[in-house]
Every structure is written in C-alpha cells, then in structure tokens.
C-alpha cells in the first residue's frame, strides 16, 4: 500500500512538470513565431526579377520609373513617383492617369537615363526594363533596383508576363492588395466585354492588329502577334489573330502594306498618330492599300493614337474598351 502511494505520488509530480514544461514552451513559441515572421513581412521582403533578388526594405516612398509600362503599373497602383522617363512621351503614346504626373520630375529618355536627376531625387526604390540593364551596376548604387522580367520563346505569353509584373511591382511598393484588385477588376471588364461580342454574333472573326508610323519615309506597320498582350486581350474578347508568323517573334513584326494582302479578309484594328498617319496620307492612294476586302467593305477599326498595346493592366482594360467599341455598334 505504500509503495502504491509512493508511485501515485510520483505520477502525480511528473504530470505537473510535463504539464509545467509544455505550457512555458508554448507560449514562448508562439510569441516568438508571430512576432517575426510579421517583421520579416512588414519590413524586409525578397523579390525575384531580371537581375536575381533583391530585399526591399519598407514601404517604398520615392520612387522613380523609367519605362512606360512600369510607371503605368505605379499609378495604377496608386503611387505617384518623384521621377519618370520621358513623360511627354507617355502622355502622347500611353495617357493613363496623366493627371497623377503632375509635378514628377522627367528623368531622361527610356533608353538612356539621367543618372544625375535620378540621384538628387534621392529615391528608395527605381523600377525600369531590360533594356536599362547597361546602367543597373550605377543605378543600384543609388537605390535598391528592380528590372521587370520579359518575354522570351520559352515564356512567351505577354499577357501572363504583364501580370507577374504588376504583381512584382506591387510587392515592391508593399501594395499587394492593390496588386490583386487591378488585375480583377481588369479581367472582370474585359470577360464583359466579350460577352457583347458574342451577344453581336461576332465572336471567332479574324482580326488583324498593327501600330502605323512612319520609318525613313516608308509606310510602316507593327503586327501584333499571338504572343503580344495586346493580341491576347483580342483572344480573350473572342476573336482570332489572322497574323500568324512562320517563325517565333517576340511580340510582332514589322512590315509594310504589301503583309496586307493575306489578312485580307479579317478585321482591321490599327493605332496611329494624327500627325503621322499614314493611311491617310501615304497610303491613301495606294493600290494595294485601296483594293484589300477591309478596305473596301469599311471594316477598318481606329483605336486612338493614345493606345498603348505594350502597357500594364490598364492599357489592357482600354485595348479591350477601344476595341468593342469600335467593333460592336
């Protein structure tokens, strides 16, 4: 009888330690498990772009952009910059939100900008494209940089790749959230557009997409193909790209009036500048240009010279808008 209650009492004992043990460990535990992962998110976050990752520190409050895309995902996301590259250009090609550039200083050109300006605005983050990588070495030893990812032949949707942007602009800026409300609102607008294609019986015509200029004097068109966002914004209102290259382009081709002759008989969308418009001008009396279907049968579809068919999410929901609208009366 006493041994029994010798071991009940030692039972007892080491219950409580067990009991004693846990319960401390525990509440360590999950003090130290909430506290930190919540400090790694809110203050440093690791990034994956062009050029490997990159760790940004905080909420990003200066930030400078240097190609068009990029600042159209900043804006979209409802950040002003304190510096952007060429902004008359982005008003004259791209014109999404022009109203939040006001008071941005204008950094230089895309291709080649002002290290000089970009430094006095003393930014904490820069955002730009591959075609800035020459000058990324000097551009990081002013702020943490990130280039956004591009196409290429083994990831050649656009589209895809203009929303892995944003969403990599948005965890920059620490506007994750935002980041997924654009891209719904976006792809919301544009399945409701194509339900009015179809409801007009015009889903699975043919369509050709071009952006007009003129190069060394000659009458010159950009074909947009399957791989381009602006093309997939097409596919996703129901409508089939009659330009299908032979070999993989990135995103388009170039080419003159004569690339016409066996798209014919789809659907004529183009982009052009008022002060360069060559279907007016140069070409109006053209033979070729005069005698294809479109042409003939006045299914030839102006989207305004303001639309940017190499843009973030926004420039996507206008091609779509644009589109309809000129196509469904």
């Known amino acids: 009888m006493l041994k029994m209650s010798r071991l009940l009492i030692l039972i007892f004992c080491f219950s409580l ?6 319960s401390g460990g525990a509440k360590q535990g999950t003090t130290e498990g909430q506290a930190k992962p919540q400090e790694a998110q809110g203050d440093v976050r690791k990034l994956n772009h062009l050029k490997g990752e990159i760790e940004i520190k905080g909420t990003p409050q200066r930030v400078v952009v240097l190609e068009w895309s990029s600042l159209e995902d900043v804006l979209a996301l409802g950040v002003k910059p304190v510096g952007a590259a060429d902004i008359d250009g982005y008003k004259k090609w791209v014109n999404i939100k022009p109203d939040m550039l006001e008071g941005v200083t ?79 609102e976006v792809n919301d607008a544009i399945a409701a557009l194509a339900g009015k294609v ?36 097409f596919n996703k209102l ?44 140069q070409l109006k009396e053209n033979p070729v240009w005069k005698n294809l279907d479109f042409v003939k049968e006045n299914r030839t579809y102006a989207m305004g010279g303001d639309t940017w068919l190499f843009g973030g999410p926004l420039s996507a929901q206008l091609i779509a808008e644009r589109a309809v609208g000129a196509f469904v009366k």
Do not use: W
């Open 17 to 22: 330690a067990l009991v004693g043990c846990s």
């Open 106 to 184: 204008d950094v230089g050109s895309r291709v080649e900008p002002n290290l000089e300006i970009i430094q006095s605005l003393k930014p904490d983050l820069i955002i730009g494209v591959d075609r800035i990588e020459p000058f990324y070495d000097k551009l990081s030893d002013i702020a943490p940089t990130i280039l956004f990812n591009k196409t290429t032949e083994q990831d050649p949707d656009a589209y895809a790749m203009m929303e892995r942007n944003l969403k990599l602009a948005a965890d920059a800026l620490n506007k994750q959230v935002e980041g997924e409300k654009v891209l719904k």
């Open 198 to 233: 179809k409801e007009a019986g015009k889903a699975d015509t043919e369509f050709v997409l071009v952006q007009a200029f003129t190069m060394k004097n000659v009458p010159t068109m950009r074909y947009l193909s399957d791989n381009s966002m602006s093309a997939k914004v």
């Open 238 to 281: 129901g409508l089939k790209n009659a330009f299908q290259p032979t070999k993989y382009v990135q995103t388009m081709e170039e080419g003159g009036v004569e690339a016409l002759l066996p798209l014919k008989k789809a659907n004529f969308f183009y982009i052009v500048q008022d002060d360069d418009h060559i279907f007016k001008n």
